[in-house]
T-cell receptor, first 114, second 116 residues
Framework: NAGVTQTPKFRILKIGQSMTLQCTQDMNHNYMYWYRQDPGMGLKLIYYSVGAGITDKGEVPNGYNVSRSTTEDFPLRLELAAPSQTSVYFC?????????????FGPGTRLLVL | AQSVTQLGSHVSVSEGALVLLRCNYSSSVPPYLFWYVQYPNQGLQLLLKYTSAATLVKGINGFEAEFKKSETSFHLTKPSAHMSDAAEYFCAVTSAGGTSYGKLTFGQGTILTVHP
């Protein structure tokens, strides 16, 4: 049981390039989330999904896109990378969005846009 | 709307000393509160959570937190710090109602340093 896995661990992008951050969970969780973590700012919710084919915006969705074709995978797409997207990205999953549920986090992807 | 404020971005203690990390929340509906820990180069791991069952919540690694509604606080404590406690700690809030239902709002984090 690997939990939540993310690839790559680290990536450097040039301004204007695109990339996909991968996230996979093997806990059969319906709910998945993408956060970004900036120094001194805590984590901000980018997008979330309540099941395959259903996604919704979080607090900071601009510049990102997501899709959810399977229960296991929830990739995050950056179409035109900008320096403001330099951050650490965390994927998380939970069994439900019941507020008592624990969210389980992946190890993160560190992205540097130059 | 909901928010979390963690007082002190850095806290430094000696090994064996009391650890106190402060968290105050704001929520228009009854909150659910969480403490997560992040070790260097790792993801977040749940330490403990308050889900209205008991105001004093015990978590892993000897940590506990007390929910005080009158003070809108959920401070994290540990009686005796260990070197392995050095990490960044995040307080988070969610609620059972409104547009914030089930969505976590995080504080800015507190880095705990433990000196020998």
């Amino acid at each position: 049981n690997a939990g939540v896995t993310q690839t790559p661990k680290f990536r450097i992008l040039k301004i204007g390039q695109s990339m996909t951050l991968q996230c996979t969970q093997d806990m059969n969780h319906n709910y998945m989330y993408w956060y970004r973590q900036d120094p001194g700012m805590g984590l901000k919710l980018i997008y979330y999904s309540v099941g395959a084919g259903i996604t919704d915006k979080g607090e900071v969705p601009n510049g990102y896109n997501v899709s959810r074709s399977t229960t296991e995978d929830f990739p995050l797409r950056l179409e035109l990378a900008a320096p403001s997207q330099t951050s650490v990205y965390f994927c998380a999953s939970s069994y439900s969005m019941n507020p008592q549920e624990t969210q389980y986090f992946g190890p993160g992807t560190r992205l540097l846009v130059l | 709307a909901q928010s979390v404020t963690q007082l002190g971005s850095h806290v430094s203690v000696s090994e064996g000393a009391l650890v106190l990390l402060r968290c105050n929340y704001s929520s228009s509906v009854p909150p659910y509160l969480f403490w997560y820990v992040q070790y260097p180069n790792q993801g977040l791991q749940l330490l403990l959570k308050y889900t209205s069952a008991a105001t004093l919540v015990k978590g892993i690694n000897g940590f506990e937190a007390e929910f005080k509604k009158s003070e809108t606080s959920f401070h994290l404590t540990k009686p005796s710090a260990h070197m392995s406690d050095a990490a960044e700690y995040f307080c988070a809030v969610t609620s059972a109602g409104g547009t914030s239902y089930g969505k976590l709002t995080f504080g800015q984090g507190t880095i705990l340093t433990v000196h020998p």
